[in-house]
């Protein structure tokens, strides 16, 4: 019981993380005109620290080389270390689709696809809590959080981009924008489950190394697609803030792994909601962006709380280990 509460208490905070890092990586994606170029550096930035984190800690190495021992010995599969590829789709959406959509409608988006994902994964027993059974308050939150997805994306069927997003997003409506974070938010789900295995057998900043390596891989060869046809930024901000995103990446993931041992991919999932919900909100009324913070977000935030409320709460079922 001790640690379940500990546990909503940090996903509150791996919630405002996540939502903080939205924003962030958002406006850089659009100073750069790339949003693409904005992952790549927070993903990048977040790695590099890892990296010292590890070459000064024999104790982290050790982590790693028994990630490795674990694969050769098949305790743990070379696909569940692949989590890193829907982080980096993750943090490719914020740049491309924050300043377009704002935090809230993005926040909201990500986690409809989140909730009915952690349906999924729970049931599969993917993560380390093991196998959740699929409650009719699990399926009614779920459903929720797809209404709420629909009214956060009928803001307005005109350019989501209106408000100056990059050239590759100008044209295209927030109802149709509002699907990447969405596919984004489905990702979440089993990213949270893999990297909690990965984690129980090398720690998290092992887990989380691995994550961001692996995404940074896979955001560079896009990028590398994307600067053939755009070209090189002209130029890059120098504000610092517009740079920690990564560091604020890497520890909400590493957060995440330890969470998701006591909660579950779900209610590690419902829980962040109302964190994410709440600095999003605030975020959007402090520093708006060209999409503003518009009265079906706010209606979609409401009923996303509600959809955790109802999935969020207990029904006795046993949870398999």
């Known amino acids: 019981m001790v640690w379940r509460r500990v546990g909503l208490g940090l996903g509150l905070t791996i919630g405002a993380g996540v939502a903080v890092q939205a924003r962030i990586n958002g406006a850089l994606g659009e100073r750069l005109h790339d949003g693409v170029a904005a992952a790549v550096i927070s993903f990048g930035t977040g790695l590099a620290a890892l990296l010292v984190a590890v070459a000064v800690s024999g104790r982290l190495r050790a982590g790693l080389r028994q990630v490795r021992r674990s694969v050769a010995t098949r305790e743990l599969r070379p696909w569940q270390l692949l989590g890193g590829l829907c982080g980096a789709a993750f943090v490719a959406s914020q740049g491309l689709t ?95 489950a893999v990297n909690g295995q990965v984690g129980t057998v090398g720690g998290p900043i092992a887990a989380t190394l691995i994550n961001f390596g692996l995404g940074l891989a896979a955001l560079v060869l896009i990028e590398a697609v994307v600067l053939t046809r755009a070209g090189w930024p002209s130029e890059f901000p120098t504000e610092p803030w517009l ?79």
Do not use: K, N
Request: glycine letters at 16%; charged letters at 5%; one cysteine or more.
């Open 98 to 192: 924050v300043a377009a959509l704002g935090v809230t409608a993005f926040t909201v988006a990500v986690v409809a696809g989140q909730v009915v994902s952690s349906l999924v994964v729970d049931r599969l027993g993917l993560g380390p809590s093991g196998r959740t059974p699929v409650t009719a308050r699990r399926m009614g939150g779920a459903g929720l959080a797809v209404v709420a997805v629909l009214l956060a994306g009928s803001s307005g069927s005109g350019p989501a981009g209106a408000g100056g997003a990059m050239t590759v997003i100008r044209e295209v409506p927030a109802s149709l924008l509002i699907v990447l974070p969405a596919l984004a938010g489905i990702g979440l789900a089993w990213q949270q």
């Open 243 to 321: 740079y920690v995103g990564g560091i604020i990446g890497v520890t909400f993931i590493a957060l995440g792994v330890l969470v998701v041992r006591w909660i579950g991919v779900l209610l590690l999932g419902l829980t962040s909601v109302a964190g994410q919900l709440l600095a999003s909100v605030f975020l959007d009324w402090l520093t708006p962006t060209g999409a503003g913070l518009s009265p079906a977000a706010l209606l979609g935030c409401a009923v996303t709380l509600v959809a955790v409320v109802v999935a969020a709460a207990r029904s006795g079922e046993p949870v398999s280990r």
